[in-house]
């Protein structure tokens, strides 16, 4: 009997003493932490509430601490993930959205989706820099026809989005930006001229920005020397012509005479250099008359004619060229300077003595001699 009373104390003091479970490890290797519950499993009581800390003899100490979530955030988990912010949802909303209508950009229901999303179009703007290309296309669909341009998020969205690695987005960005008032375009007209000027953008697009910069003349200068550059360089033609058009037109007038003078002197393409011409007469600029006069000379009429159209408009100001011209040793510069002074007129008085010796002059061709002497007469006759 003693040693069954004995037996039993001491199964007494070992319940006591470890509980109803067996013991947790504790420690800090001790999986969970610095401080344990007891095992679940076990359908222990103070142990097997999660989170529940034990005093300092062992027991529960009856309040439970909440679990933190996975990934360090706070809050309850659920389903063993941690809801996202209520902005990081509703964003991840609007680029699934983008991404629908970029692969379909008539898709209605996508698009009054967003604007039930967002409480304001200009929301959308952002999403022109999304890491998903097809997200930025969608944007830039979205954008398209409702873009609000006093709206500083839509130009600064749609201005970066034309160096965009997306040529559907760079089209779309460049559709936009061409309806920028001019003071917002002029402002980026050097990263305008870079993206004409870029030989790996399409070419609808570089014409497109080529149209829209030389449409602001001087106020666009700062594009002069790309579209210089690339006249004289590009590999295609279109884009050569466009850019001889738009350096005329963006160039400080002194600037444009110098480009297009040097212009007509070295390139071999005959529509290059007639366009030139025709923009040397256009200039109203004197110092573009001695440029004219030097192509009298060339071997393609088509040239000749372009430069002597060039001279007869700018008038006055071509009678000294002219008057130098009519002692080439071309008989055909001679008479074509001639016929130039006579369209000019009484402005070109001053060759008249110069016109005179052609006349005198049995070894000129009779055919420049006669009209030398009815230019003449042509120049006494105006007041």
Sequence with gaps: MNRVRARGAWLLLVFLLTGCGPADPVGPDAPGGETSGGDSSTGGQAGATAG?????????????????????????????????????????????????LARDESDNVAEDEI???????????????????????GAAYFLLDRADLSDERIVSGFSRALSDDNQQVRHIALQVV???????????????????????????????????LQKLEQRAASGAAAFQKAAREDANLAIRKACVVAAARVSEPE????????????????????????????????????HL????????????EAAANGLVTL?????????????????????????????????????????QKRVDDESEVQSTRDLARLVIQSISQVP
Excluded: H, W
């Design 315 to 355: 008038g006055g100001a071509s009678t000294e060229p002219l008057r130098r011209r009519l002692s080439d040793k071309n008989p055909q510069t001679r008479q074509l300077a001639v016929y130039c002074l006579g369209k000019i007129g009484g402005a070109a008085r001053a060759a008249v003595p110069d016109l």
């Design 255 to 290: 600037e444009a005479v110098r480009f297009l003078g040097e212009f007509c002197a070295t390139e071999k393409d005959v529509q290059l250099r007639r366009l030139a011409l025709v923009r040397l007469g256009r200039s109203a600029t004197p110092a573009a008359a001695p």
């Design 178 to 212: 061409q309806r920028f008032p001019d003071d917002t375009v002029i402002a980026q007209a050097a990263e305008l001229a870079a993206m004409a000027t870029n030989s790996q953008e399409s070419v609808a697009n570089r014409l497109a920005v080529i149209r829209r």
């Design 293 to 304: 006069a030097a192509a009298l000379g060339a071997s393609e009429e088509v040239i000749r």
């Design 52 to 100: 529940s800390t034990t005093d300092g003899n062992g027991g529960s100490s009856g309040r439970v601490e909440p679990v933190a979530p996975e990934g360090g955030g706070s809050g309850a988990s659920v389903g063993g993930e941690t809801p996202p912010p209520a902005a990081t949802a509703k964003n991840e909303q609007l680029r699934q959205l983008l991404t629908r």
């Design 115 to 137: 604007d039930e999303s967002v409480d304001e179009v200009a929301e959308v703007a952002s999403m022109l820099t999304d890491g998903s290309a097809e997200v930025r296309l």
